[in-house]
């Protein structure tokens, strides 16, 4: 049977009892779910979601992390830290990332290969602005934030990695690339992957879409030969939505 991986990014919302509480209701709500699963909160509750995924089908991921492993960097959180808490997961490159905090491919990759290196596996994201792909360069953005994103990964490192392919348009603003569109995104994704790695790593990599993923568009795009998996943000806050998202398949 294929396998999906469904991944909720709470962003900078709930506080540590909201988040419990939101944790809690998910693992009741998925714990028979077929997928794998990961759930991202912030930093600040993610030893008290820690406990509360514990022995259960969630995996704990975080939504960034330092590109050191430690020292004077103030403000910033460590692989060493986000192990320590029982975090197996991290999400990298995010377009808020990219575009907000002006985080660039060659920092990216830096925190790809020290996730990697500490045991953490890491969700890659990559993806064009409206203006990008009005202007045709879709191919030319997302090949090579791949390229970058994944330089120096071996081949043995790669099964390790998510991508997460996810329009910066798309992205909190209701609009779903169609799932055609997105599933000829992955395509090509894949094709970049073909000239890195060969036909079979290309083939085998876990590639989530992400945009304004809901209950109600997630079976079509799961079903894009392409797709596999989603990265979801504003659904991912309430277990009316995430629990569907996941469930996708009961
Ligand atoms: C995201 O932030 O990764 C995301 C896909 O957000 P949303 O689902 O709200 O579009």
Do not use: F, M, R, V
């Given at each position: 049977m294929r396998s999906y991986y469904i991944a909720g990014n709470w962003k900078m919302h709930k506080t540590t009892g909201e988040a419990v509480a939101l944790a809690q209701a998910l693992v009741t709500e998925l714990a028979s779910c077929k997928e794998r699963v990961m759930i991202a909160p912030p930093f600040t509750a993610l030893a008290a979601v820690a406990e509360v995924v514990k022995g259960t089908n969630l995996r704990l991921g975080a939504q960034n992390m330092g590109s050191?492993?430690?020292?004077?960097?103030?403000g910033e959180v460590s692989a060493l830290m986000l192990r320590d808490l029982g975090v197996s997961a991290v999400i990298l490159g995010h377009s808020e990332r990219r575009h907000?905090?002006?985080?660039d491919d060659a920092l990216i990759n830096r925190k790809v290969l020290l996730a990697l290196e500490q045991g953490l596996e890491p969700i890659l994201c990559v993806g064009e602005t409206l203006e990008e792909r009005e202007a045709g360069s879709l191919e030319s953005v997302v090949g090579t934030q791949v390229r970058e994103g994944l330089k120096n990964v071996s081949a043995a490192q790669l099964p390790a990695i998510t991508i997460a392919y996810e329009p910066v348009w798309a992205i909190g603003t209701g609009k779903t690339a169609t799932p055609l569109d997105a599933d000829a995104v992955h395509a090509y994704i894949r094709v970049v992957l073909e000239s890195l790695y060969g036909a079979e790593a290309a083939r085998s990599m876990c590639i989530q879409y992400g945009g304004s993923v809901k209950p109600d568009n997630v079976a079509e795009l799961m079903a894009?030969?392409?797709?596999?998996?989603a990265l979801v943000?504003?659904?991912?806050?309430?277990v009316e939505s995430f629990g569907p998202i996941a469930n996708f398949r009961a």
């Open positions: 050191e492993l430690q020292g004077a960097h103030t907000s905090y002006h985080e894009q030969p392409n797709i596999d998996g943000g504003g659904a991912a806050l309430k």
